[in-house]
Structures are given as C-alpha cells and as structure tokens.
C-alpha cells in the first residue's frame, strides 16, 4: 500500500555539487537546477547529491521532512534530467539510506548516457532502521574537448510504500510538493 508521494521540484537549494566542487557550477534557470562542469579532468570526482551534507551523514534538519521514509519498507524513485553529455559517458546513480546519524547502505546503479534526457526508476528495499533518504549522481566525463557539458534537473518522484498499514495516518500527507 502506498502511503506517501512526494514531488521534489527541481529548484536549485535541493541539489549540491559533491566531490571537485571547483568544477561545477551551479545556477538556476526557469526554476530547474543546472550543473555546468568546467574545467575538469578524466580523473575528476563529479558528484551532484539531492539533499546536503556529506556522502556519508543524513540530512540536516531542514531537508530531513522530504528525506524521510516513515514507516516503509520499499521506496520507488523516479525522475530524470536533461544532458548535454558525450554519447557513452559513463553515469552512477547512488541511491543511500540513513538511520539517524549515519549512511548504513547504497544501492549503486551504472548507465551510459545515450540520449538528450536520462531517465531513472528505481524500487528499493529499504533496510531495517533506514530513516532518511538521499540520491546522488556521479559522472565520468573523459571527454576533455566537448564543448559545454552540463546536466538540467527535472522532477523526481519518491514514492513510500508499506506492506503493513501505517498506526496512524495524515490524509495530507498523501502527496508533497516541494
């Protein structure tokens, strides 16, 4: 049974630029979250992360309501983004759960880019303890010439769902838009 939908627009304080951060940029247009990576290397650690803090705590206090799993057992993520990326960049999707302190697993997933839009839809199930959620993306631009790379972040869809009825339940709760 489904017990809560959220809707985590694509605007930009939702997504932070991880590892080299000297080689992204990010800026906002038309409401949208774009990632321009600049001067970088084949070696390069291109991360973009939704929700803040490092790779390996929770979320702060401020983004924890829309990282929070409740009382589920599987979580279905999905959503995608638009590229401009080479034809075959290698790209990785962590999907990480947190207890209260600390990371206590990642689901990685690797692709290659084919096209303008990348598209991820990913059912998980979620670890005893698991109480908070973050996505991240890595991407392995060895192309050092092409011109203008950049990502632009689209909608992304958490969905909970429980097996067991929930003890109590807000009717508000159903959907969350951010």
Same mark, same amino acid.
């Given at each position: 049974?489904?017990?809560?939908?959220?809707?985590?627009?694509?605007?930009?304080?939702?997504?932070?630029?991880?590892?080299?951060?000297?080689?992204?940029?990010?800026?906002?247009?038309?409401?949208?979250?774009? $990632?321009?990576?600049?001067?970088?290397?084949?070696?390069?650690?291109?991360?973009?992360?939704?929700?803040?803090?490092?790779?390996?705590?929770?979320?702060?206090?401020?983004?924890?309501?829309?990282?929070?799993?409740?009382?589920?057992?599987?979580?279905?993520?999905?959503?995608?983004?638009?590229?401009?990326?080479? $034809?075959?960049?290698?790209? +990785?999707?962590?999907?990480?759960?947190?207890?209260?302190?600390?990371?206590?697993?990642?689901?990685?997933?690797?692709?290659?880019?084919?096209?303008?839009?990348?598209?991820?839809? +990913?059912?998980?199930?979620?670890?005893?303890?698991?109480?908070?959620?973050?996505?991240?993306?890595?991407?392995?631009?060895?192309?050092?010439?092409?011109?203008?790379?950049?990502? $632009?972040?689209?909608?992304?869809?958490?969905?909970?769902?429980?097996? +067991?009825?929930?003890?109590?339940?807000?009717?508000?709760?159903?959907?969350?838009?951010?």
């Amino acid at each position: 049974m489904m017990i809560r939908k959220r809707y985590i627009r694509p605007a930009i304080y939702h997504y932070f630029p991880m590892g080299d951060k000297d080689m992204m940029h990010a800026t906002e247009e038309q409401y949208r979250t774009k $990632i321009s990576f600049r001067d970088y290397e084949a070696s390069s650690s291109l991360y973009v992360q939704m929700f803040d803090q490092n790779f390996d705590v929770p979320p702060s206090k401020i983004y924890r309501p829309d990282a929070k799993l409740m009382d589920a057992n599987r979580l279905l993520v999905e959503g995608s983004f638009e590229a401009n990326l080479p $034809i075959g960049t290698r790209i +990785e999707v962590y999907y990480m759960q947190y207890n209260k302190t600390k990371r206590i697993v990642t689901l990685k997933k690797r692709h290659s880019w084919k096209s303008d839009t990348f598209s991820f839809r +990913e059912e998980i199930e979620l670890e005893d303890g698991a109480q908070f959620f973050k996505l991240a993306f890595k991407f392995f631009l060895t192309d050092l010439s092409f011109a203008e790379p950049h990502i $632009i972040m689209n909608d992304v869809w958490l969905s909970l769902f429980a097996d +067991e009825p929930l003890v109590e339940k807000d009717e508000e709760d159903d959907e969350h838009v951010i």
